[in-house]
């Protein structure tokens, strides 16, 4: 059994497939297998995959019949089919340091605790150009981001997690498989932010490492599922939130959740009417008032507020 199973979901990526396949065999630590799955790419993706049929590290490769319509699916297929202690869901459009295995899941190796390790990202375009060396967030987060840590789960989530996905590239993760089949399912059920909710229910759980290397190359590009989704992912974030303050017990978690839940609602959602429409919705009030009943009040006082404080100033 290998001690790690690489999972490459692929949906025409054929450019990239090389560069992605390669510096997963290229890994420095070679106890591993690398699973491929195609979800019926249109592109040549196939004749890429097809060239690496034969390789003793290649256990599977399944080329799906029609589209799956969902990541999140795939990588939960690829889950089913490995094999080893720990997975690396290995993006098709990303590629990384032929150390990345060696350092996180050494990490990993050296504490029965550890569950979940991720790492700096050097951020590339479709040209591997490197624009910089990790993901901008926010000047707290960065600074947070700056230094290696092992973190307790829950304060890792309550802290920084139910706020914002830092583990923004699953390129960038390393998990124990035995995790996955302990959480919540219901990520599966998102187009683009399942991620988010998968690592919230992942890390919750367990403890966190950061290492604070860029070994991962996450790209960004006009195909990126981030860049064409993000009306989706708006909507995607409250149904986080809400997710995150029923797991959590704190009160003053659950109070932060309140105030981040008026804020992404007034400054995100109005941005964009088709996202507007959906927060308006009465399914989405339902949900959002059985959490905070006064939602509505808070955001026609956030409204009413503003506007005195600009009418203040301009007169």
Aim: charged share 25%; with cysteine.
């Amino acid at each position: 059994m290998p001690l790690v199973s690489v999972i490459l979901p692929n949906y025409n990526h054929s450019k990239y497939l090389p560069s992605r396949i390669d510096t997963i065999l290229g890994q420095t630590l070679t106890d591993f297998e690398l699973i491929i799955l195609d979800d019926c790419s249109t592109d040549n993706s196939r004749e890429v995959i097809k060239k690496y049929e034969g390789h003793p590290r290649i256990t599977n490769i399944v080329f799906n019949e029609t589209n799956s319509g969902s990541t999140f699916l795939q990588w939960e297929k690829g889950i089913q089919l490995s094999t080893g202690k720990y997975i690396w869901l290995a993006e098709s459009d990303d590629y990384s340091d032929i150390n990345f295995l060696k350092v996180l899941v050494g990490k990993l190796e050296t504490n029965p605790d550890y569950g979940v390790a991720f790492c700096a990202s050097n951020i590339t375009d479709e040209n591997n150009h490197v624009s910089r060396s990790n993901y901008n967030y926010s000047p707290k987060v960065n600074e947070f981001l700056s230094h290696d840590f092992v973190m307790e789960g829950k304060q890792f989530c309550e802290e920084y997690l139910f706020f914002g996905c830092l583990l923004v590239n699953a390129s960038a993760v390393v998990f124990k498989k035995e995790l996955f089949g302990k959480i919540n399912q219901d990520f599966k059920t998102y187009k683009v932010s399942g991620d988010w909710r998968m690592w919230v229910e992942m890390c919750f759980s367990t403890n966190v490492v950061y290492i604070n290397q860029s070994l991962n190359y996450f790209r960004f590009h006009t195909n990126n599922v981030r860049t064409n989704k993000a009306a989706i992912m708006n909507g995607e974030a409250i149904r986080n939130y809400i997710a995150a303050f029923r797991k959590s017990g704190s009160t003053i978690v659950r109070n932060r959740l309140k105030e981040t839940l008026v804020r992404h609602w007034m400054f995100e959602f109005s941005r964009d009417i088709k996202v507007f429409r959906f927060s308006r919705s009465r399914a989405f009030l339902k949900e959002i008032s059985s959490i905070y009943p006064f939602f509505i009040f808070r955001v026609s006082s956030y409204i009413l507020g503003k506007a005195l404080r600009l009418n203040k100033r301009g007169s």
